[in-house]
């Protein structure tokens, strides 16, 4: 079975969790901390926005392919796609810019959190 519109997001998600990887090893390398965040708070929000990301994004995938292999409407399959990779954008620039004027950090958490409760109610929808 293929899920092509699973495997679409999947790949920009590696892309995002590739960047959010090497952000937290470029602090590391910069305040010079190779374990913990050496109280310095843009390595502890790159660690978070890292740690974050990987909490949220492998369950939304996974809703996103159940639904998929329930021929899921590509549409409706795309929406939920987008609406999680631009969640972890936002929370991720959130992260990133804590005093910008838009919380992107509360956006980025509403817009991945709702595509979870979707996509969750959705499956059981479908088992129903």
Avoid: C
């Avoid at 978070?48 to 949220?56: D, L, P, S």
């Avoid at 936002?90 to 959190?113: K, N, Q, V, Y």
């Amino acid at each position: 079975m293929e899920f092509p519109v699973t495997t679409f997001y999947a790949a920009l998600m590696g892309l995002l969790l590739v960047y959010l990887s090497d952000r937290v090893s470029r602090h590391r390398k910069q305040f010079n901390v190779s374990l913990g965040t050496g109280s310095e708070e843009a390595l502890e929000r790159a660690i978070r926005a890292h740690g974050n990301f990987v909490e949220y994004v492998p369950l939304g995938l996974l809703l996103l392919m159940f639904l998929e292999s329930d021929a899921g409407q590509d549409w409706l399959l795309h929406a939920l796609g987008f609406m999680l990779l631009v969640g972890r954008l936002l929370h991720a620039w959130g992260m990133e810019h804590p005093d910008a004027p838009i919380s992107g950090r509360f956006w980025g958490t509403a817009l991945t959190w709702l595509m979870v409760l979707s996509a969750s109610l959705l499956n059981l929808w479908h088992l129903l």
